[in-house]
């Protein structure tokens, strides 16, 4: 009886206990939500071999695991690729001869995650990847990259890759910064190595922009 009336009182006292707090989360009208786990649940699934249906194989014959069904809802490319009837919608692995391993892992996190740790050595190739697999937060993130870093050492490179994807802001931005440092742009060993057609255009403004210059400073001289 005693042990009866004791479970009763601590009975009690615990449903008292969960009222107050019902009653004050009434007032304050808040809950204190657990933080999304999402990006680091997915971040977890990246690379693993738990379910995994498909191995992507880089150039360099390395291999990465994923899953078609998440490739597929992240990218309208993988998508017609893995279940538009290809080829390849039936095999186990895809090979990417022409996309480094480094470049490949950096796609396949970014279809994961929604996130990339972009560097410098490889932003243009991942900036090409993300172009063919209609990417298009990916692509924008290599370019706000690009446009943050580029120097004379990569500037030529840029521009090239750019006018090739039609990346029509990278492209201005990299023209311009050419014009603008257009003597040290000449010594870099990049330069002689752009198409003719990009070289007689860069030149052309080069040379507008200079013999401007050079009129203003006559008119100016004259006039004083």
Same mark, same amino acid.
């Given at each position: 009886m005693v042990d009866e009336l004791g479970f009763c009182r601590y009975a009690c006292a615990g449903l008292l206990v969960h009222f107050l707090k019902l009653i004050t989360l009434g007032f304050s009208g @808040?809950? =204190?939500? !657990?933080?999304?786990? #999402?990006?680091?649940?997915? %971040?977890?699934m990246f690379n693993s071999p738990l379910g995994s249906d498909l191995k992507l194989i880089a150039s360099d014959g390395r291999e990465l695991h994923a899953h078609k069904i998440i490739l597929a809802m992240r990218s309208e490319a993988f998508r017609a690729l893995l279940f538009g009837g290809m080829r390849e919608s039936t095999q186990a692995e895809i090979q990417f001869p022409d996309i480094k391993y480094e470049v490949l892992t950096l796609v396949v996190e970014f279809l994961y995650t929604d996130t990339a740790n972009i560097t410098g050595d490889i932003v243009v190739g991942l900036f090409m990847a993300a172009d063919q697999y209609q990417l298009g937060r990916l692509r924008a993130l290599c370019e706000d990259f690009i446009l943050q870093n580029i120097s004379i050492e990569n500037v030529c490179t840029i521009f090239q890759t +750019?006018?090739? #994807?039609? +990346? @029509?802001?990278?492209?201005?931005?990299?023209? /311009?910064?050419?014009?603008? /440092?257009?003597?040290?742009?000449?010594?870099? =060993?990049?330069?002689?190595?752009? !198409? +003719?057609?990009?070289? %007689?255009?860069? /030149?052309?403004a080069a040379a507008k922009m200079h013999f401007g210059k050079k009129r203003k400073l006559d008119e100016a001289t004259s006039e004083s």
């Amino acid at each position: 009886m005693v042990d009866e009336l004791g479970f009763c009182r601590y009975a009690c006292a615990g449903l008292l206990v969960h009222f107050l707090k019902l009653i004050t989360l009434g007032f304050s009208g @808040h809950v =204190d939500v !657990p933080k999304s786990t #999402l990006v680091e649940d997915m %971040r977890k699934m990246f690379n693993s071999p738990l379910g995994s249906d498909l191995k992507l194989i880089a150039s360099d014959g390395r291999e990465l695991h994923a899953h078609k069904i998440i490739l597929a809802m992240r990218s309208e490319a993988f998508r017609a690729l893995l279940f538009g009837g290809m080829r390849e919608s039936t095999q186990a692995e895809i090979q990417f001869p022409d996309i480094k391993y480094e470049v490949l892992t950096l796609v396949v996190e970014f279809l994961y995650t929604d996130t990339a740790n972009i560097t410098g050595d490889i932003v243009v190739g991942l900036f090409m990847a993300a172009d063919q697999y209609q990417l298009g937060r990916l692509r924008a993130l290599c370019e706000d990259f690009i446009l943050q870093n580029i120097s004379i050492e990569n500037v030529c490179t840029i521009f090239q890759t +750019a006018d090739q #994807l039609q +990346a @029509h802001k990278l492209r201005g931005f990299c023209f /311009n910064w050419i014009i603008n /440092n257009f003597g040290e742009v000449l010594t870099c =060993d990049a330069y002689p190595q752009l !198409p +003719a057609e990009l070289q %007689r255009e860069i /030149n052309y403004a080069a040379a507008k922009m200079h013999f401007g210059k050079k009129r203003k400073l006559d008119e100016a001289t004259s006039e004083s």
